[in-house]
């Protein structure tokens, strides 16, 4: 395998956009992206995007020509890749392999969703067709009470706490109100926090990632190409996709992710570097709990110190590794599609100083980590500079 | 790029089956896959799924991971890929391409589509989705009447009649009759054809493909590993995916599948073969006029001449040059997201003379050919023997 580098990036705002559709929304990144990069849309030799469902949210099938076309991308393999929230980091995998096993020297990736069109229910309806449908789902459960019950369990094995679950969401809103592209840009408290709507016991509405519309794109090349563009080139060090059981009840551990853990033990081995070498991430938050989980599951710390760790200040901007220096899915927002990608645009812009008032000094050495549905499919890709 | 073989394949039965779930038959497709080639799950070093519309169909997504763990496959990469009517002919050329690369020594690549538990209404309504649905579908449009247009267009341009059309659904029922595992084992008549109910003028219900539920799976691996199985290898000699726009008004000619023509092209030239080589074909025929454009586009015949062709006999079983020896879309059945690989499937089966009394003598040179939506997405594969 040939070393691969990010050489553009390119996101729309995340938000609530009424006005836009999907298309328009992915095509603004894949425009961006090719702006970033200096690449034309013909020079791409494939287009991978990841989308979770907007069959569901918006009626449209087939996405990858159709976006693909309006982007100026022509004649080239299109593939759509749907891998729940964690389908545009699984779309990078594979872009990422292609490159890598030389089948193309330039590739572009997108995810976009477009979610703000659906009613409350309808969207928690949607996203439930993630996990499994005939069973935890047809007992009644959703997304949040499936995280729920992860949190219960934690607490009770760990004696993680409600403050620290809090401390999470207060980071990423921290870090988010800084983030002009982020969906909701405001601080809170751990009380508001503690004091928020209860969605599922013990979390709160504020604990809980948000429902967006928005896009990422990023451009990808061989390393002895990468020079012809504009950017500074990202280096991919190590990658991995791993897949696990959808059911949360077929996991032998529900506060370990498993696909998690093993995607980030390949991820390392593969770019040769350990845990604590990683000196910020941006971690699928999905819920607080699952920053918590992926901190301990990636290694940053042992299984069972994730609360007390995020309590700790560490993982705050200005900490000894920060994580989710973007605002996260929590503040950010998460447009489920586009979540993978956009992760890898936040981690390039800190690698190459490009942060604003967010920028972690020095960095050079970045984790992202995408989870689909209760821990089914992970990818956890290292970027850093050569 | 090595050489790969597809080193063995399983299929279910194609039709309505009400007491059966998307994933069981996945499932089934798997083991018998398993099965026929002598390899064990946990070989497999990554999973591809074709799935079109399983969200819609029946309400389950994330379904890479969701089948590959009732099927055994753990830890590996799973990925769900949507490319329309082309999803498993897609997730093979992808599957290919990470063998052929090095990136995977053994692979297994599945599709499934569970389509009958909708009503009519609902199903054209999910396939709609695979077509501009802000375009062409807002104005009223379903596929049947997009084919409808160019079948017309393609009478006026070409001279082509309704009796040339119905010649290809009375050849394709023929050869269905004779497959155990087809959907509709029926012959029927030029004449019955002709006074089949309208769909969409000059479509009647005999040039529409069916509405089906099955799977299908085949097991690839790279060629210095492929003695190590149960099954006679069949080599992959060429292949090419292609995009072209979604909406059929943004197509230059509605005549021409570019996106077929180019893929056909390329794996022509991958090959290092002909058209005239090509002995016989499973083809796209979702309608009757589809296989008709796909001879030409594929360069069997000049462009216009696959309406005499096709009322020539030259494609019937025992004619030059077979297409559909399985009963095509048309009489097999077409449960979308499981048709590329079920061609595949097929054309592995006549190389191996496993074929029964649909078996073409001496064959060893079949190409098949997979079609998402009007030709937005392509995928030409050819296979061989060695």
Same mark, same amino acid.
């Given at each position: ?51 979770? #469902? ?9 996405? #990858? ?35 890598? #096993? ?36 047809? #007992? ?247």
């Amino acid at each position: 395998m040939r070393p691969v580098a990010v050489v553009g990036t390119g996101k729309t705002p995340f938000g609530a956009f009424p006005e836009r559709d999907l298309r328009s929304l992915a095509v603004e990144s894949v425009h961006k992206c090719l702006e970033n990069s200096g690449l034309t849309a013909d020079q791409a030799e494939a287009f991978y995007l990841g989308n979770f #469902a907007g069959p569901s949210f918006v009626g449209q099938n087939h996405l #990858a020509p159709y976006i693909a076309t309006e982007a100026g991308i022509r004649d080239v393999p299109c593939t759509r890749i749907e891998a729940a929230c964690a389908s545009s980091g699984s779309a990078f995998f594979h872009a990422w392999a292609a490159v890598a #096993a030389g089948i193309y020297d330039i590739v572009l990736v997108a995810g976009v969703e477009k979610m703000t069109s659906q009613s409350t229910a309808r969207v928690a309806e949607i996203l439930a067709g993630a996990g499994d449908m005939a069973g935890e789902m047809a #007992a009644g459960a959703t997304f949040p009470a499936l995280f729920a019950m992860i949190a219960k369990r934690h607490m009770y094995e760990f004696g993680t706490t409600r403050e620290q679950l809090a401390q999470v969401a207060v980071k990423n809103h921290h870090h988010g109100a800084m983030n002009p592209m982020a969906h909701m840009r405001k601080e809170i408290t751990v009380e508001k926090a503690l004091a928020g709507k209860m969605i599922c016991d013990p979390l709160t509405v504020f604990d809980c990632s948000l429902v967006s519309d928005g896009a990422a794109c990023v451009a990808l090349a061989a390393v002895d190409r990468a020079r012809d563009f504009r950017a500074k080139p990202v280096r991919v060090l190590g990658i991995a996709q791993t897949s696990g059981p959808v059911a949360l009840d077929q996991k032998e551990s529900i506060t370990t992710f498993e696909a998690v853990r093993r995607a980030g033990e390949k991820a390392y081995k593969m770019a040769g570097v350990a845990a604590a070498d990683i000196q910020f991430a941006e971690l699928h938050d999905c819920f607080t709990i699952a920053e918590i989980l992926a901190t301990e599951d990636l290694g940053f710390v042992p299984k069972g110190q994730g609360g007390p760790y995020a309590a700790s200040g560490a993982t705050a901007l200005g900490g000894a590794r920060p994580v989710n220096a973007s605002g996260g899915l929590k503040s950010k927002g998460h447009p489920v599609g586009a979540t993978g990608v956009a992760q890898i645009c936040d981690v390039v812009e800190q690698l190459r100083g490009e942060a604003g008032e967010r920028q972690i000094a020095g960095a050079r050495l970045g984790l992202a980590q995408n989870l689909g549905g209760s821990g089914a499919t992970a990818v956890v890709t290292i970027l850093g500079l050569e």
